[in-house]
Structure formats: C-alpha cells, structure tokens
C-alpha cells in the first residue's frame, strides 16, 4: 500500500503526542509580526516566490537519551537549538527524553511505545504514524510536517560490517551475509514508506554503499562493499542528502561514527574504523537538498555519534 493511499483518511495520532505551545498573546503577537513581514516582502519567499520555503532536519542518536553523559538531556536540547533545526529525528530514546526535550524547547514530539526512536519539531505535525514488523525487527515512526512525511529509524546495530572488514578479516561473503538483518529492515521500512515525498533519518549502523568504493578502498580496509541497506533504499528511490552535495567520499567523507570512540578494546586497541553511519535520505516532490554536514563534537557534545544536518527547499 502506497503512503498517499494509507495516510489518505484522518490520521491515527500517537496518545504521547503534544504541542507545547507558548501563550495566546504570544501566538497573535507573531502572527501579527508575521503579516507585516509578509505584507513587506510579498509573501513567504524571496520576492514573493513560496518555493523557497525551507524545512531543516536533523538526525541524532542521543547515546541513550543522554544518560551517558552529566546533564545529558540539557546538553542535547542546548545543541538542537544552537542547530537552528525545524525537525529532529532521534535515536536511542525514548518517549520521556522526547517528550522533556521537546517541553524545554516549546516543541511537539511523536513517540511510539516499543521503539527508540522518536521526532520533535518546532513546526507543527499534520499526522503521525508508525511501524513495526516483528519478522525483521523494523521499526519507525513517521510525522507529516509542511507536507512532507519525516521518518526516525534506527537499524539493528549487531554484527557492525566495518569489523568484519577492518578486524576479523572476513570474506565479502560474510559481509554480505551479516547485514542481512539491517537489509531486511531497511527493505520493510523503504516500502512501508511509500511514494509520497518522504526524509528518511536516521543511524543506519552500516556505512553507506556510496563510500565504499574502489577509490577509496585504501580507507576502508581495502575493501570495495556495497553496503545493502543503504542500497536498498537508493533501489527504492531515496537519494542521499550530504553525498549529494558532496560527491567525493575520498575529499570530504562525512564520519559520524565516532567523535569518541577513536580506539576498539574488544579488538586490542585497534583503531576504530570511523565512518558515515546517519543518514539524511530524501525522495519524491520537489524536496531538494541546499545544505548538509555533519554537527556536533567537541567537550559539550552529548552523543558518541555526530548529527547529521540537512536544509531542504520545499
């Protein structure tokens, strides 16, 4: 079933779904601010032109809901408001991190129970959904926000692929055998999607087949894999936001795995592979990237992975 046909009638909405919203008088003051601003400029975009509306979106994991660092939860909500970021798609949470971050900063959030991932956002939701298939262990959410369906997803983090490759030395057949989990995920959630404009976000914990690559195996292990599930999700359509806009995985590789972790213990101190593991991913629309990079790191950084933060015109 298509996203256009399942989300055609009135949405089922999430019971831990809110808007925590600022006063009345405050409401008409930016309404107010925001007539005079329109009727000074022409209208939403630059001279008038409503295609420059924007939605910028954000994927974190908050290394379990930021428990693992003091203040965890004050950390992360200082760093999604110094991002600027419209939508946060997070990982490694839960409905009471969501639903604290999300009151700190006036948002709404959308939860679903039985998953670790949810969404906030400072523009308002239209609906929400979610999904969960118990044969592959897939699990998302989804919320309709300026008419496109932003979804947080968080794919099975067990036999991580660059360890076969960089530690244990494993043949392609292997490799390709262990991510058959994350590949049935990524499968169920790509067609649970749909055809309608869509962000997929999210810690897919396997690198990206587009890095992977023959020009670059010299940094990865020697190695040349076409990781599947992020394949699995270009088959379907969805085009990667940050290698869009950098094309070069060798100039400019995106790593998000790992401000923090830099050395494997379980593996004699190795080095520990760093790579581009979160994913901004789009498809359909006129949904069109113009920025994206990672963010975060340094001694305020709440998440042993970086974010990835992606502005699109709508």
Same mark, same amino acid.
């Given at each position: 079933?298509?996203?256009?046909?399942?989300?055609?009638?009135?949405?089922?909405?999430?019971?831990?779904?809110?808007?925590?919203?600022?006063?009345?008088?405050?409401?008409?003051?930016?309404?107010?601010?925001?007539?005079?601003?329109?009727?000074?400029?022409?209208?939403?975009?630059?001279?008038?032109?409503?295609?420059?509306?924007?939605?910028?979106?954000?994927?974190?994991?908050?290394?379990?809901?930021?428990?693992?660092?003091?203040?965890?939860?004050?950390?992360?909500?200082?760093?999604?408001?110094?991002?600027?970021?419209?939508?946060?798609?997070?990982?490694?949470?839960?409905?009471?991190?969501?639903?604290?971050?999300?009151?700190?900063?006036?948002?709404?959030?959308?939860?679903?129970?039985?998953?670790?991932?949810?969404?906030?956002?400072?523009?308002?939701?239209?609906?929400?959904?979610?999904?969960?298939?118990?044969?592959?262990?897939?699990?998302?959410?989804? =919320?309709?926000?300026? @008419?496109?369906?932003?979804?947080?997803? &968080? %794919? !099975?983090? $067990? #036999?991580?692929?660059?360890?076969?490759? *960089?530690?244990?030395?494993?043949?392609?057949?292997?490799?390709?055998?262990?991510?058959?989990?994350?590949?049935?995920?990524?499968?169920?959630?790509?067609?649970?999607?749909?055809?309608?404009? =869509?962000?997929?976000? @999210?810690?897919?914990?396997?690198?990206? &087949? %587009? !890095?992977? $690559? #023959?020009?670059?195996?010299?940094?990865? *292990?020697?190695?040349?894999?076409?990781?599947?599930?992020?394949?699995?999700?270009?088959?379907?359509?969805?085009?990667?936001?940050?290698?869009?806009?950098?094309?070069?995985?060798?100039?400019?590789?995106?790593?998000?795995?790992?401000?923090?972790?830099?050395?494997?213990? !379980?593996?004699?101190?190795?080095?520990?592979?760093?790579?581009?593991?979160?994913?901004?991913?789009?498809?359909?629309?006129?949904?069109?990237?113009?920025?994206?990079?990672?963010?975060?790191?340094?001694?305020?950084?709440?998440?042993?992975?970086?974010?990835?933060?992606?502005?699109?015109?709508?």
């Amino acid at each position: 079933m298509s996203k256009s046909e399942k989300h055609s009638d009135a949405p089922h909405k999430s019971r831990n779904m809110r808007r925590l919203a600022f006063g009345l008088t405050g409401g008409v003051a930016a309404l107010a601010v925001a007539a005079t601003a329109m009727a000074s400029t022409g209208g939403a975009g630059t001279d008038g032109d409503a295609s420059a509306r924007s939605l910028k979106v954000m994927s974190l994991n908050t290394w379990h809901g930021g428990a693992k660092v003091s203040d965890g939860v004050n950390k992360i909500t200082s760093q999604i408001k110094a991002s600027d970021a419209d939508v946060v798609a997070l990982q490694e949470s839960s409905s009471s991190v969501a639903e604290e971050i999300a009151g700190k900063l006036g948002w709404e959030y959308h939860t679903a129970s039985g998953t670790d991932v949810d969404l906030i956002s400072k523009k308002p939701f239209e609906k929400t959904d979610s999904f969960s298939k118990e044969s592959s262990g897939a699990k998302a959410i989804a =919320a309709k926000i300026e @008419g496109v369906w932003v979804y947080s997803i &968080h %794919l !099975d983090y $067990t #036999k991580y692929g660059p360890y076969n490759a *960089c530690f244990d030395k494993d043949s392609y057949e292997k490799i390709y055998a262990d991510e058959a989990s994350r590949k049935a995920q990524a499968q169920d959630i790509a067609e649970w999607t749909g055809s309608a404009p =869509a962000i997929v976000a @999210g810690d897919f914990n396997t690198p990206s &087949h %587009l !890095d992977w $690559t #023959k020009a670059t195996k010299a940094e990865h *292990c020697d190695s040349e894999v076409e990781w599947p599930a992020t394949k699995t999700f270009a088959d379907k359509g969805y085009e990667d936001s940050y290698r869009e806009l950098h094309p070069s995985p060798g100039q400019a590789p995106g790593n998000t795995w790992s401000p923090v972790t830099k050395k494997n213990s !379980d593996y004699g101190n190795q080095q520990e592979p760093q790579d581009r593991i979160d994913f901004i991913l789009h498809r359909g629309g006129s949904l069109k990237p113009t920025t994206s990079d990672t963010f975060g790191g340094g001694s305020d950084w709440p998440s042993d992975h970086l974010a990835v933060l992606t502005t699109f015109q709508l």
